[in-house]
C-alpha cells in the first residue's frame, strides 16, 4: 500500500513537517506503508518540506482546485489513499493503517464545518473557533447536508473522479444543471461566477462540487489545531 500526503498552500513558509512525520509518515511506515509528499504551491521555493517532497508543483489557483491539479498530474493508481493537508496545522490523531482501514472508501472522509442531519455523536468531528460553534452550524434535518472541513481530509483511489481537473466554466456548467430536488443543500450561497472567483473556493463549494459529482462525505474526527486562524476540533454532537 502507498499514501500520497498532498500539501496544499498558496505558498508554504511556516509549516509543521516535523507533526506530520510524527503523527502520519513515521506511524504509517511503522505499518509497513510507502508513504510520499506532494506540495502544490503558488510560487515553489526551497523549504524543508519541499526538500523532502517526491513531487513539487506550481499552479496558481485555490485549495480545491491544486488538489485535483495533483491528483490528476499524478495519473497513476500506485496510491490507495491520498491525504490532503495544509503545511501550518497541527494534528495530534495519529493516522496509521488502522486509521485508513476504518474510513470510507467510497465517501470523501473529513470533519465538519457545518452539519445538518440525522443525530450524530463524534469526538472532534466539527471545526471551529475555541469554543464558538454557532448555532446554525449544527442542525436536524431529515437529509445529511454536510459542509466539509478543507484543512485536512482522507480519500480512496476509488473515488479519484471526485477530483476532476476544475474550472469557471465546469462550476458554472455544474450550476445549470441544478434544480429544485437539489436546493436543500444550495441553499446557503449563490452560485455564479463572481462568488466562485472571488470566493476562495470556501467548504461550501467543496461541498457543491463533490456532490455534483456524485460524492457525499463522510464526518470523522481529527484533532487538529490551525494556528493562522486558532480553528480547533470541537465535539460533533446532536440529539
Not at 472522509?109 to 449544527?138: A, Q, T
Not at 455534483?212 to 490551525?226: A, E, K, T, V, Y
Request: hydrophobic share 30%.
Amino acid at each position: 500500500m502507498k499514501v500520497l500526503i498532498m500539501i496544499i498552500s498558496d505558498k508554504i513558509t511556516n509549516n509543521n513537517l516535523r507533526n506530520i512525520y510524527e503523527k502520519i509518515i513515521i506511524p504509517l511506515k511503522k505499518d509497513n506503508i510507502d508513504t510520499h509528499i506532494a506540495t502544490c504551491v503558488n510560487i515553489n521555493y526551497d523549504n524543508i518540506i519541499s526538500k523532502n517532497s517526491k513531487y513539487k508543483f506550481e499552479f496558481d489557483g485555490y485549495q480545491l482546485s491544486k488538489v485535483c491539479y495533483v491528483v490528476n498530474k499524478i495519473d497513476n493508481n500506485d496510491y490507495e489513499y491520498y491525504i490532503k493537508t495544509r503545511p501550518d496545522i497541527f494534528l495530534n490523531t495519529t493516522i496509521d493503517k488502522k486509521f485508513l482501514l476504518e474510513l470510507s472508501k467510497n465517501k470523501i472522509n473529513s470533519r465538519c464545518r457545518c452539519y445538518k442531519g440525522p443525530p450524530i455523536d463524534l469526538k472532534f468531528g466539527m471545526s471551529c473557533p475555541p469554543h464558538d460553534i454557532r448555532k446554525g452550524h449544527i442542525q436536524y434535518n431529515d437529509k445529511i447536508i454536510i459542509n466539509p472541513d478543507d484543512q485536512m481530509y482522507i480519500f480512496h483511489k476509488s473515488i479519484k473522479k471526485a477530483f476532476l481537473p476544475i474550472t469557471s466554466d465546469t462550476y458554472l456548467n455544474y450550476c445549470k444543471q441544478i434544480n429544485n430536488k437539489y436546493e436543500y443543500w444550495i441553499d446557503d450561497w449563490m452560485l455564479n461566477e463572481t462568488f466562485w472567483r472571488g470566493s476562495g473556493e470556501k467548504e461550501g463549494h467543496h461541498k457543491f462540487i463533490w456532490y455534483s459529482r456524485g460524492f457525499d462525505i463522510n464526518p470523522i474526527g481529527l484533532d487538529i489545531r490551525l494556528n493562522e486562524r486558532e480553528l480547533r476540533s470541537s465535539h460533533l454532537f446532536l440529539k
